[in-house]
């Protein structure tokens, strides 16, 4: 009995279920660098290489540690072509590997291993505290499929900031109305810097290598410093709870122009690949919390980040798929415009969301939900080019946390099975969560006409078009009250305008 052992880009850790019975002179462990893998979207460069970067330090690992290992490096072949090839040299009766994130893989597999007759050990995910059984047993019987229940449940099931009653720590869930400022109005101030990592050789080697192979793809690799081993992940971590937890939530969603990362951790890379395991995120948070005597409700705001929000679109994705990948709630059917590669448009908001995230690969929540999301949206662009753009141009992007983020969350797709409202906002709320208005040629408080802001019209706009949707929601009802106060001739110039704008969105 020989077993090999697929181990991919995002399963790299040592502890991993697939290794727990390896036998290192026996078994095989086979690793593929798939151009296809960067290709099938347009895939931002640091993106490209912090998954090469990461699976070659991985490989050395393994190497170390006298694994018998197959590396394929830049294989024109996807994944699984390069796994049929290598169970067909008949050396193997058993497939061994971690339930892939990606729902399409995870069923390639499996009728991969049926096809050639394999004996297919597909073993359970042990980064996350929910298994999808658990997932499926809250769903059962729930009218509303809400973040909030999902999240109180799993704090109670694991114990996390709640007493010996199961109550919650502080007396609440919840933290929101603590959390969430704008930063000053005279700016964030100084703010101790992320944890940067300067290339070694293997990263020097993977960015010269994906500047060569992948030079028309979007992004720079100017800045690239993320943590590509579990060590580095470790000190970033190490380095957040200690200089920047402490003001995580207060402005987790503040924005301000030439501040890319925040207060916020960048931490989602390294949980992404495995290099982390959010276990020992929420235990190092913990821990600093009674140590620095830090606020509970930047402590519960960060939590409620991974054990809430990253569990809980987890569990959707493999609930609903391959229909989330699909929905299109509002039938939206426009084209991307050209300047989401670019970053070259005239509104201040999308112009540092974007030209940030082709410079680092990164920007933070608000921003993909509020700014480029929220734009998406009152655009009416066809959701598959807008989560083809999620996942090309972010290192954190993997499909399990993408697509019901953008699809789901962002764009309203998914009609509501998971979120409560479409999470739409004019330029009002923009200028109260950022600076980027004062230096932007519209303005936000203009609906229509010379110098309106795009967005604060199309918000208007969008409201008045599915103003009966709206009206039937306790949750929106208030947003169309505002609506009956514009007049219905200025609701008339707000739809001519609009019609304008979502003709020629290219020229914005
Ligand atoms: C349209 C859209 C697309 C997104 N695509 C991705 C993606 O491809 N990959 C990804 O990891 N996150 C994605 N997110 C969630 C979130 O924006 C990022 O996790 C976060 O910005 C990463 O930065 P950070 O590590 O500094 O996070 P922090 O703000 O410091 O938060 C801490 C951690 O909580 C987790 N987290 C926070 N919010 C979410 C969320 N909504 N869903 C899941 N986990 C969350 C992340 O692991 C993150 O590292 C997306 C959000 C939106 C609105
Ligand atoms: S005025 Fe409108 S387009 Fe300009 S930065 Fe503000 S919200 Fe964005």
Redesign the pocket.
């Known amino acids: 009995m020989k077993k090999l052992l697929l181990i991919l880009g995002d399963q790299l850790d040592l502890d991993s279920a697939a290794l727990k019975d390896i036998r290192p002179k026996v078994d095989e462990v086979l690793m593929v660098e798939s151009a296809h893998e960067a290709q099938h979207v347009w895939s931002h460069k640091a993106r490209i290489t912090l998954f090469l970067s990461a699976m070659r330090h991985f490989a050395g690992h393994l190497k170390d540690l006298g694994f018998t290992l197959t590396y394929i490096q830049h294989s024109p072949k996807t994944i699984v072509e390069e796994l049929s090839n290598h169970i067909s040299s008949g050396k193997f009766t058993h497939l061994v590997c971690v339930e892939p994130g990606e729902w399409r893989l995870k069923q390639s597999i499996e009728a991969l291993a049926s096809e050639l007759n394999i004996v297919l050990e597909m073993r359970q995910d042990n980064h996350f505290y929910c298994t999808h059984q658990e997932f499926k047993g809250w769903v059962a019987n729930k009218k509303e499929l809400r973040l909030e229940y999902f999240y109180r449940l799993m704090r109670k099931t694991h114990g996390i900031l709640v007493d010996s009653d199961g109550n919650p720590e502080g007396g609440q869930w919840n933290f929101d109305r603590d959390n969430r400022k704008p930063f000053p109005k005279k700016g964030p101030g100084l703010i101790p810097s992320p944890e940067l990592f300067e290339p070694d050789d293997i990263t020097k080697t993977v960015l010269a290598e994906v500047e060569e192979r992948y030079a028309d793809h979007p992004g720079s690799l100017a800045h690239f410093q993320w943590p590509v081993t579990r060590a580095q992940a470790l000190q970033a971590l190490q380095g957040?709870v200690e200089h920047r937890l402490s003001t995580?939530g207060i402005y987790?969603d503040a924005m301000w122009t030439d501040t890319p990362?925040g207060w916020?951790?960048?931490?989602?890379?390294s949980?992404?690949l495995k290099l982390l395991n959010?276990r020992e995120?929420i235990d190092a948070v913990l821990l600093a919390w009674k140590k620095q005597d830090l606020e509970l409700a930047t402590v519960e705001g960060?939590i409620r980040?991974?054990l809430g929000?990253?569990e809980?679109?987890?569990g959707m994705y493999y609930l609903d798929m391959p229909q989330m990948a699909l929905d299109n709630f509002y039938g939206h059917q426009n084209p991307l415009p050209d300047w989401y590669w670019t970053g070259k448009t005239n509104m201040k908001c999308m112009q540092q969301a974007i030209g940030q995230t082709l410079e680092y690969g990164?920007?933070?929540?608000i921003?993909?939900?509020m700014v480029?999301?929220n734009f998406a949206l009152l655009a009416e662009i066809l959701p598959k080019d807008v989560c083809d753009w999620?996942?090309a141009v972010?290192v954190?992007?993997?499909?399990w946390?993408?697509l019901?983020?953008?699809a789901g969350?962002?764009l309203f797709a998914s009609g509501g099975r998971f979120t409560s409202k479409p999470y739409i906002a004019s330029g009002a709320y923009i200028k109260r969560m950022s600076n980027y208005c004062g230096s932007c040629q519209y303005k936000p408080d203009i609906r229509f006409g010379e110098n309106a802001c795009p967005i604060t019209n199309l918000y208007w706009n969008f409201l008045i078009q599915h103003r009966t949707q709206f009206e039937a929601s306790p949750r929106t009802r208030l947003m169309t009250a505002n609506l009956s106060r514009i007049s219905d001739t200025d609701q008339q110039a707000i739809q001519v305008h609009a019609k304008g704008l979502l003709g020629n969105l290219n020229a914005l």
């Open positions: 957040f995580f987790e990362f916020h951790s960048l931490l989602s890379s949980l992404n959010p995120v960060f980040q991974i929000w990253r809980f679109v987890r990164y920007a933070h929540h921003q993909r939900l480029t999301g999620y996942l972010y954190d992007a993997i499909e946390v993408e019901p983020n953008t969350m962002a």
